[in-house]
């Protein structure tokens, strides 16, 4: 069935280092790939998407790219900040217009 | 636009009560997701509308839940009757077509 699989889990850097988060996704008609930065006690929210038509999107410190071959892609943070620290999620749309949403990445940049 | 509106923020309930969650979708948008987020299983999706209609409701974990959209501007999900395990953050999400889902604050609900 449709999935999506993200690692790791949980994700712990120095303050300035950088920060790789990866999803794979199952359905090959998936075309557009969005990720959301969920703090805590609030909602997710939008950070970077990306569609299929490209293969890397960048928006300042944060970067998302796309290999739709291997059907995989990935957050790419530069420069951590403590303000970085959240709870991250990819997703992957799927026929009917929803989200398959991985399991989250708790990110914690230790300043 | 004030964004997805969500009521109440917060809901304490007894084993057995009726519970019903409100959304309001941001105006325009033609796609309404209901979700729900605990710690073991993270965000899930429970129902799914297009254009008021339901789509897919292959989420929804029992007969207990139901959910209707009667208007483009509003959505409930009921849970009848509540259940401990019940207990979670419920998000409410809408999209204009297949484009940026924006979520809702949540109704955290607690069922003792």
């Known amino acids: 069935g449709e999935n999506v699989e993200q690692h790791p889990s949980t994700l712990s850097v120095q303050e300035g280092d950088s920060a790789v988060i990866k999803c794979t996704y199952s359905?090959?008609?998936?075309?557009?790939f969005p990720w959301y930065k969920q703090e805590l006690g609030k909602r997710p929210q939008l950070i970077i998407d990306?569609?299929?038509?490209?293969g890397e999107k960048k928006d300042q410190r944060i970067a998302v790219t796309l290999n739709k071959t291997a059907k995989h892609f990935s957050l790419h943070i530069t420069e951590t900040q403590p303000e970085d620290s959240a709870v991250y999620f990819c997703?992957?749309?799927?026929?009917?217009?929803?989200?398959?949403f991985g399991q989250g990445t708790e990110l914690s940049v230790k300043p | 636009d004030a964004g997805v509106i969500q009521s109440p923020r917060h809901e304490v309930t007894e084993m057995g009560q009726e519970v019903t969650l409100r959304c309001k979708p941001i105006?325009?948008?033609?796609?309404l997701f209901w979700y729900r987020q605990t710690m073991m299983r993270g965000l899930e999706l429970l129902i799914y509308?297009?254009?008021?209609?339901?789509?897919?409701d292959s989420g929804m974990p029992e007969d207990r839940f139901s959910a209707k959209m009667p208007n483009a501007s509003f959505s409930t999900l009921k849970i009848q009757p509540s259940e401990p395990r019940d207990s979670a953050v419920y998000f409410c999400?809408?999209?204009?077509?297949?484009?940026?889902?924006?979520f809702g604050p949540g109704t955290r609900l607690t069922v003792l």
């Open positions: 999400a809408s999209s204009f077509s297949d484009g940026e889902q924006f």
């Open positions: 990306i569609r299929s038509n490209v």
């Open positions: 359905d090959s008609a998936s075309n557009y």
């Open positions: 509308f297009n254009n008021n209609v339901p789509i897919d």
């Open positions: 997703a992957a749309n799927v026929e009917g217009g929803k989200l398959i």
């Open positions: 105006s325009g948008h033609d796609y």
